[in-house]
């Protein structure tokens, strides 16, 4: 195509370059429409990614060093640079700079359980890597090494002593720097092998599943920061607020430490009120007098809160009786594994004994050792280090299915036009990444309803193997029965 031709031709000039970061550091490069909804790029994403589930997902462009989360109803040129938006396309293969998108986690869970695909699962694991390296929990220090132990696992597979030796990984991918800091990277490396030793047989599925457990449990991994102004005047944002799995923290800012102010837990907030650029949060239970007033700095910023506030609420108490499940299947599977585990040492006491009669009476004692040794390398995996609730122990890959039993399909009445993210868009869009995660097949599905928390009551011989799909109407529909509603969302737009 000629120069002149391609700028006479309109659908070209509309056409901008998108570079979408992904969480693993691998990026997209996708030619769209400059006036094409954010959903429509989120499809294309999920589409490359060969994504089935992504909301938990969202796209972001940082402002201020924020991550902003767009709103997928609203076109892309609302969130790009103004030259990114006027300059026009030079030739075919020059669309101009790109925009910066990132493709991360919008909504946390403390289970990874609660993600049922696969790929979707990948994404959030590494999303949680990059977070715990900027992690601060130094009562927690432990949790960094344990964490990195099944990153190893779920990265290199099981340990080789002729293989996994030395500086076989390096520390700075696992590690938040003060930790390699305060103990060095020789420590590090002489006491992670034998961590790494004990996920033995830990599946790459079943690796990625308790390191999002076990980073869920750290204070600041799964949160959202954004900075507060204690009042108009206030220059430099003194406050900041935490978006955490079970609810919202307030913390006041002195230099690069934080101080928590307020924990409110969901259960304890009874309003939040966005009035232009003001934020109001009211603590249930108390006069009105009480409530804790402070300013976004822009009605944009109060607009996104209040969207991300909400729909995080919102799938928190939709999650809660499925979370109460899946502790009980936990619960249980612990105990089977609890007792399988005094069965076999009762059974090694035994057998100790018998080959001491069987050395007594002259005999062979090989068979016995033999049928010995056989059981103890076909035991199920269990360390010290680990809550035990994976039950297979059959090493698969990623894109293989590690659950077997039965999923759970919660659906909702659907209550918003937003569209599906299964678009079958297509795109000029090149992925250093996207083959590397194959479909897996689904398993069956048990479909509820999740509006009423007595609707959940499931069977106690319910497969351990547990695995649960997050609907869209889980964050965007409005609850009818499914909670008290102790939180009201209200937002009032000034009309300047």
Request: with cysteine.
């Amino acid at each position: 195509m000629s120069k002149l031709g391609f700028h006479n031709n309109r659908v070209m000039q509309d056409r901008r370059s998108v570079c979408v970061f992904l969480p693993n550091d691998d990026t997209l490069n996708i030619i769209i429409n400059v006036k094409a909804l954010c959903q429509e790029l989120l499809d294309q994403v999920c589409d490359l990614l060969r994504l089935k589930d992504c909301h938990l997902f969202g796209l972001s462009v940082i402002q201020n060093n924020e991550h902003i989360y767009m709103e997928l109803s609203q076109k892309l040129y609302k969130y790009c640079p103004k030259e990114w938006k006027k300059e026009a396309s030079k030739g075919i293969d020059q669309f101009g700079p790109p925009m910066i998108i990132h493709f991360r986690v919008q909504y946390y869970v403390e289970n990874g359980r609660l993600i049922s695909d696969r790929t979707a699962r990948y994404y959030y694991y590494w999303h949680l890597r990059k977070q715990v390296l900027l992690s601060q929990s130094t009562t927690r220090e432990e949790a960094y090494f344990l964490l990195a132990a099944f990153a190893l696992q779920a990265d290199l597979g099981n340990f080789k002593r002729n293989k996994h030796y030395g500086k076989y990984f390096e520390p700075e991918a696992y590690f938040p720097p003060w930790v390699i800091k305060k103990r060095g990277k020789d420590y590090i490396l002489k006491h992670i092998p034998n961590i790494h030793r004990d996920q033995f047989a830990l599946s790459v599925p079943e690796a990625h599943l308790m390191y999002i457990k076990e980073a869920a449990r750290l204070e600041d991994v799964a949160v959202h920061y954004y900075r507060l102004y204690k009042d108009k005047r206030e220059i430099e944002a003194s406050l900041i607020l935490g978006l955490t799995l079970r609810g919202i923290q307030i913390f006041q800012c002195s230099g690069d430490e934080k101080q928590l102010l307020y924990d409110f837990p969901w259960t304890n907030v009874g309003k939040l009120v966005f009035v232009g650029k003001k934020f109001e949060i009211l603590p249930d239970g108390l006069p009105s007098a009480r409530k804790l007033m402070y300013y976004t700095g822009c009605s944009m910023r109060s607009r996104h809160l209040l969207q991300l506030l909400s729909n995080s609420h919102r799938l928190y108490m939709n999650l809660q009786p499925v979370l109460r499940q899946v502790r009980k299947l936990e619960e249980n599977e612990e105990k089977k594994q609890y007792r399988e585990s005094y069965i076999s040492d009762t059974l090694d006491q035994d057998m100790d004994q018998l080959e001491k009669r069987s050395r007594a009476s002259g005999s062979s004692a090989g068979s016995v050792k033999h049928k010995r040794l056989s059981r103890n390398s076909t035991a199920s995996h269990s360390s010290s280090h680990t809550s035990g609730i994976e039950a297979d122990t059959k090493h698969r890959d990623i894109g293989e299915d590690s659950f077997s039993g039965t999923s759970l399909h919660r659906k909702l009445k659907t209550c918003s036009s937003m569209t599906s993210h299964s678009s079958s868009h297509t795109s000029g869009a090149e992925s250093a990444g996207k083959d590397r995660l194959e479909d897996d097949s689904q398993d069956d599905e048990i479909e509820m309803l999740v509006d009423d928390p007595k609707d959940i009551d499931l069977p106690l011989d319910v497969s351990p193997d547990l695995c649960i799909y997050i609907t869209e109407d889980m964050l965007i529909s409005q609850q009818t029965n499914g909670y008290s509603g102790k939180c009201i969302w209200k937002h009032f737009w000034k009309m300047y």
